[in-house]
């Protein structure tokens, strides 16, 4: 079972290969790659198996540790699902994108990420 950051189910959606580190990129592949096989997660608001190689990983901490936390509650509100709680992955990204992706809400929750023009960019080359 993969532990997934509640806002990872946005990254994961948007994630292009772009501006990130090697190291990252080749994680954040590998995790997709399994989350494409429906996996069971476990949505927590802390560090995941995608933070393992991210500069703001700290070890046991993360460095934009409140901003993301508040990333995390605002998905989890929006999509009425609880943190440390599982679902397999195809329910709750059928569900993301249904509810936040589709809605354009995807700004709403992280408009102030560094990673916010890229997405917009991915979401404009989706429509």
Known sequence: MLKIRAHHLLCTENFVNKGYSEDFSKNM???????RENSEVKLIKDLDDICKHCLENLGDYCKSNEKVKNY??????????????????????TLTCDII????????I?????????????EAIRR
């Open 110 to 122: 992280c408009k102030d990420c560094q990673w916010n023009e890229l997405c917009k960019e991915v």
């Open 29 to 35: 592949s590998e995790v997709i790659k399994k989350l």
């Open 72 to 93: 995390d509650e605002k998905v989890l509100k929006i999509l009425n699902l609880s943190s440390d709680e599982k679902y397999f992955w195809n329910d709750i990204r």
């Open 101 to 108: 992706f589709s809605k354009d809400r995807r700004e709403e």
